[in-house]
């Protein structure tokens, strides 16, 4: 069956790093363009950052532009998120999705950004 595990959320302080990842399984993840979504409490779950099948194209919301980094690895069927930098306002959920023919989403994996 189809399978989004995240992985790699945690506690960090301001200006710290984490490194996300999404391992996918049962779908062609070559074929899908992916994408993490983060959701705050209280607000609305909003993308964060997208990559094509291909890993030749990215795009990012604009309050994590240049301390977001998507990419992925075909060969693993994993994509992943590089998070510098962070903020308090970064704290979320995070997901992953796979869009395609359907559209698949992960369990989530909670991002704490406090001192």
Do not use: H
Not at 6 to 29: D, I, K, N, W, Y
Not at 46 to 60: D, F, K, M, Q, W
Not at 79 to 105: H, R
């Amino acid at each position: 069956q189809v399978q989004l595990v995240e992985s790699g959320g945690g506690l960090v302080q301001p200006g710290g790093s984490l490194r996300l990842s999404c391992a996918a399984s049962g779908f062609t993840f070559t074929v899908y363009y992916m994408s993490w979504y983060r959701q705050a409490p209280g607000k609305e779950r909003e993308l964060v950052a997208g990559i094509t099948s291909s890993g030749g194209r990215t795009n990012y919301a604009d309050s994590v532009k240049g301390r977001f980094t998507i990419s992925r690895d075909n060969a693993k069927n994993t994509v992943y998120l590089q998070m510098n930098s962070l903020k308090p306002e970064d704290t979320a959920v995070y997901y992953c999705k796979a869009a395609g023919i359907s559209d698949f989403w992960g369990q989530g994996t909670q991002v704490t950004v406090s001192s």
